[in-house]
């Protein structure tokens, strides 16, 4: 490898010697994509999309790498199709990138026919930007905008082992996880992001009910929710706890809940619900007396609806 000039100038990433392919044309095959590429490997990506997996007259060449970057319930289908037409062969490893589903489950019946199967998630939240074609997916510009990336890998032995050795290019955190333990793990990471978005949407529309607009509202929860990651970030939990509940604020969690409850009896519901489980991290804390917290238990209990 070419020594740099200067001391500042970036060293070029060194070559990979495995091929890599990915199925899927959305977020996190672009993502991928990008990443791989930076960190020296030598990637195709193909989706249908793109026509045939092979042009005319060109002769199939297996990767040693198949990447199943698509929807949950296509990658079985993905996955034969790839082997069918030589994309994959018994010197390949396929990884899906499904959190919460165990690679047996999706990719068993295949083994005979691979050098092994897996699984390889990104703890990260992707999603579509929009129209614009310089940016289709939200994701990193380079190896580096994974760094510290904790990435669940699932799989037989060789499976394992491609995943972490991806996992090591990108610069992530590896999670070497057990099949049964997929269900806890995926419920955690969509407990801390997609529920955490619908919270914010919920919010939004209650700061709309109360006369600012939607944008406004959206922009200031989200420096508000940022606020909150940056105070777990340096406080930890159950430290970064706030609100009425932490400070045993009874009767400022009833005025809540009696106003939810007149905009939404299902609002209210998820209102209560969060509340419960932050009564017990504010008794963790211990910021507020017992009495204080207990009264808010009261109110809690009091307002669970008779059906």
Known sequence: MTTPLFADEPSPPPERP???LIVGAG????????????????????SRSHGPLWAEGVTPSAAEIVILAVRDD??????????????????????????????????G????????IGLLHPLRSFVHQGARADADAAGPRSEHELLGTVMAIVGDTAGIAAG?????????????LA????????????????????????????????????????????ELTASVLRNIEQVGLPQALTGPVARGDAHTVKDHLDALNQLS??????????????????????????????????VLTAAIPRR
Do not use: F, M
Not at 164 to 176: D, F, I, N, R, Y
Not at 267 to 280: K, M
Not at 285 to 298: F, I, P, Q, T
């Open 27 to 46: 977020p996190i095959g672009q993502t991928l994509d990008r990443a791989l590429t930076h960190a020296g490997y030598k990637v195709r990506s193909w």
């Open 109 to 116: 019946a295949l083994r005979p026919h691979v050098k092994g």
């Open 179 to 222: 099949e049964d333990r997929l269900p806890l793990y995926h419920a955690a990471a969509v407990l801390a992001a997609g529920h955490v978005a619908t919270l914010l949407d919920i919010a939004i529309h209650l700061l709309s009910r109360a006369g600012l607009p939607r944008a406004d509202g959206q922009r200031a929860l989200v």
């Open 164 to 176: 972490k050795e991806l996992c090591e290019a990108l610069s992530g955190v590896p999670l070497l």
């Open 18 to 20: 495995h091929r890599v």
């Open 74 to 107: 296509a990658i079985t289908q993905a996955a034969e199709y790839i082997i069918k037409h030589g994309g994959a062969d018994a010197g390949s490893v396929l990884l899906h990138c499904a959190g919460g589903r165990p690679p047996s489950q999706l990719l």
């Open 265 to 298: 009896c299902q609002v209210g519901d998820v209102y209560r619900v969060v509340a419960e489980s932050s009564l017990d991290v504010a008794y963790r804390k211990g910021a507020a007396d017992d009495a204080a917290l207990a009264a808010v238990g009261n």
